[in-house]
């Protein structure tokens, strides 16, 4: 089910006395181009990101990254009767609603500190979208929602979140998509660094986009969803963030090391065992207390507090990354009185293939609203 907001048409039906006569629609469909992005900021560029996926393993969600956009169609049809009366066919326009805005900004000065900003522009023909103009204007500040993309820390690419970022923007959300610093070039922390630093950023620029600081929520999917979790988790969560979604996230990946070392361990768990190694930068063994205390700090539910955020988490019955990564972490939280909630739904994909299911994001969208209400 999409949540994007399709688009509008309007059909008139003329058609001959004839009982029998059958009526049919032409329907043609235009589209409207994004506006131009605003100047990033020192030492980034300004893209429009190709859709590419989230991350090995993973689908690209109905109306989300590797869908196509709206088309053009035409329908006719021949009705028969005996009455003299003709049937007059009909056409209907489609108008495909302005798509956002976008530019990538550097948050870092490492190439893969970059961010994609989504936003939609309100701002009349022939004016600037800054956001003195928006604010002289009496536009609220918007909330916003920060993404982070899977890929088992060694993959995956902030574009693969393109097409959920417009249909957040089409509820009314500035939306976020960042890079981070992968496990080949970097081990643990350095991931979390990065999502803080992102973070940071979005509020200290949060004027550039007419965003209300205060009102920032993080969402992540696998690897991503580790990240989106610990922004949630890591010191006082709640003062940082107002929630946390995630898809399928390792939110505890010795668990998940663990998992690709049994013998019925599939592909999928054999391979996310070798990215955790990757992203601690060593073997986790009793041997190496070191390795263990890095494991331990990855391990989301070591840093639950009372001061956190609340979280929605999501997984699939039967993936690789099963929803025991989250039933934990929801049940530490609720015992420190915080909200949190884990959907299984039934099957075996992963990640951003959730946003394919008919309820997953009205859900979504729902508990993020409540979350970044005003």
Not at 140 to 147: E, H, I, M, S, Y
Not at 217 to 227: K, Q
Not at 349 to 360: R, Y
Request: hydrophobic content about 35%.
């Amino acid at each position: 089910m999409s949540d994007e907001k399709g688009p509008g048409v309007r059909k008139v039906l003329v058609c001959g006395a004839a009982f029998a006569a059958t009526c049919i629609s032409a329907v043609a469909a235009s589209g409207a181009a994004g506006a131009a992005p605003p100047v990033p900021a020192p030492g980034s560029s300004s893209s429009a990101s190709p859709g590419q996926g989230d991350g090995p393993g993973t689908q690209a969600p109905s109306g989300s990254p590797g869908s196509s956009g709206p088309s053009a169609t035409a329908q006719a049809g021949n009705g028969q009767s005996s009455a003299p009366d003709p049937v007059v066919s009909t056409r209907a326009v489609m108008v495909t609603p302005k798509l956002p805005r976008t530019a990538t900004y550097a948050y870092g000065i490492h190439p893969r500190q970059r961010l994609d900003v989504y936003w939609q522009d309100t701002t009349p023909e022939g004016q600037d979208d800054d956001a003195a103009t928006r604010q002289a204007r009496g536009t609220a500040p918007t909330p916003a929602v920060l993404l982070f993309h899977g890929g088992s820390w060694i993959g995956g690419d902030k574009s693969g979140w393109k097409y959920f970022a417009r249909r957040l923007t089409a509820q009314g959300y500035t939306v976020f998509a960042a890079n981070y610093r992968l496990a080949t070039q970097a081990p643990w922390p350095a991931q979390r660094d990065d999502a803080m630093a992102a973070l940071t950023y979005v509020k200290r620029h949060a004027v550039r986009w007419n965003v209300d600081p205060d009102r920032v929520a993080v969402m992540g999917s696998s690897a991503g969803g580790l990240l989106a979790s610990q922004l949630a988790t890591y010191g006082e969560g709640g003062t940082r963030v107002r929630g946390a979604v995630s898809l399928s996230p390792v939110n505890i990946p010795y668990l998940a090391y663990q998992a690709g070392e049994k013998p019925d361990a599939t592909r999928s768990q054999r391979s996310l065992r070798r990215a955790v190694v990757k992203l601690l930068g060593c073997v986790p063994v009793e041997t190496d207390p070191d390795c263990m205390a890095q494991a331990e700090d990855t391990n989301t539910i070591s840093h639950v507090s009372p001061g956190d955020a609340p979280m929605l988490l999501l997984h699939y019955k039967d993936e690789f990354v099963p929803p025991a990564q989250s039933t934990g972490l929801a049940a530490a939280l609720r015992g420190v009185g915080l909200d949190a909630s884990v959907k299984v739904y039934p099957g075996r994909q992963h990640a951003t293939a959730l946003l394919n299911e008919e309820t997953a994001v009205p859900l979504i969208i729902s508990w993020l609203k409540e979350r970044t209400a005003p």
